[in-house]
């Protein structure tokens, strides 16, 4: 006699979620671990990021392209981490620059969330294009920008552990701030953000 057929407590929705987390989980966290140093922090934003996708998974609305969704997630909550420590506005941290020019600072005014649908896509744009014009910058400048805004790191710090001089880190950084505000400037200009 064979045993009883047991219903399958997996359903292909499930397994198609497990099989696509397994599938780009590594990617993910290599791409989040790049862009965030502290690796608690980023094992924090790989999880959340991960329980939203199998979240929006369960809504009627299918992801249509899971891996492409996955990212622009993690892109949007780094730099949601990033805005959250720079509270609204990236801009150079006093730290031993005090006084510092208006040509190390990036001004990213972000529209709210709650501003409606509008400002929700522009918004989200905005992000993506940050997004991109980061990735577009020579890794020395990328790294510079990224430890000393994202990490909070202080162009001293910066520089006893690279061994770089903080002359050279602060001209990379202003190097980044003006290629940066160059990308944004026409995605401000053709949503009217102030």
């Known amino acids: 006699m064979s045993p009883p057929n047991r219903p399958n407590p997996i359903n292909d929705q499930d397994r198609d979620i497990a099989a696509t987390v397994v ?26 990021v991960l329980y939203e996708f199998v979240q929006a998974c369960r809504l009627p609305a299918p992801i249509e392209q899971a891996s492409a969704w996955l990212f622009r997630v993690a892109r949007n909550r780094i730099i949601d981490r990033f805005r959250k420590k720079k509270e609204l506005q990236i801009s150079e ?34 992000l993506d294009e940050l997004q ?16 000393h805004e994202l990490e909070g790191l ?12 903080v002359n050279t880190l602060l001209a990379r950084k202003r190097y980044a701030v003006l290629y940066l ?11 009217d953000i102030e």
């Open 181 to 191: 505000r160059g990308r944004l400037q026409a995605i401000y200009d053709e949503f």
């Open 93 to 126: 941290a006093e730290d031993d620059h005090d006084g510092a020019d208006d040509e190390y600072r990036l001004d990213l005014a972000l529209p709210a969330l709650d501003a409606g649908p509008e400002a929700v896509y522009a918004r989200s744009v905005l």
């Open 154 to 165: 202080s162009f001293k710090e910066m520089a006893e552990q690279s061994g770089v001089a």
């Open 23 to 48: 599938r780009e989980r590594a990617r993910l966290g290599n791409f989040i671990s790049r862009r965030v140093r502290d690796q608690a922090e980023a094992e924090d934003i790989l999880q959340d």
């Open 132 to 147: 991109l014009a980061l990735d577009e910058l020579p890794e020395s400048q990328r790294d510079v920008f990224v430890a």
